[in-house]
């Protein structure tokens, strides 16, 4: 899945896009970038980016409630965080956008309590939290980063792609 999104950051965002995950000394990045990106509108943000999956396993099952899971995720990472924070061990700034990507489908009661935690952590940082709805409409538009995926071609449940209309859509 971190794998997935930082794809989908380089494809949709350019090349520029660091990956940096699955790595102890990651510093709670999957992605980052610093400078000038146009993200998360159309128009031009400068700062420092840092990106972050939680994949939540089961999240997408019929009947599933991923909600305590993603939570305790998201407060787990904000521990992580302040305590770089206060150690000062990471070497680059406080994240000017600090966007989640998950897995889960979120309502909105979800979603305001994932933004609730990060806030507490990241007070001067912009929130941007996509879940698995959006990352399906990434994959849309970037059909050539679903290819890249084989897994997601041939999964009996969470993915079907539409070949002759260049559609991902994940369940």
């Known amino acids: 899945f971190e794998r997935l999104v930082q794809a989908l950051l380089k494809a949709r965002l350019g090349f520029g896009i660091e990956a940096w995950g699955g790595e102890r000394g990651d510093w709670g990045r999957d992605a980052y970038f610093e400078g000038d990106l146009v993200y998360p509108s159309k128009a031009v943000t400068t700062g420092a980016f840092v990106f972050q999956s939680k994949f939540v396993e089961g999240a997408n099952a019929a009947g599933s409630k991923p909600e305590k899971a993603l939570l305790a995720a998201i407060r787990k990472e904000c521990d992580r ?32 309590k994932v933004k609730e935690l990060l806030s507490g952590v990241l007070t001067d940082s912009l929130l941007q939290i996509h879940d698995g709805g959006d990352i399906c409409r990434w994959l849309r538009l970037s059909p050539e980063v679903l290819q890249g995926f084989p897994m997601l071609l041939s999964s009996p449940a969470p993915v079907t792609f539409d070949r002759s209309a260049a559609r991902a859509v994940v369940y």
């Not at 965080?81 to 989640?100: G, H």
Request: positive net charge.
């Open 81 to 112: 965080l302040l305590k770089r924070f206060r150690k000062a061990t990471c070497s680059s700034p406080r994240p000017t956008v600090y966007a989640l990507f998950t897995n889960a489908a979120l309502t909105p009661t979800i979603r305001g």
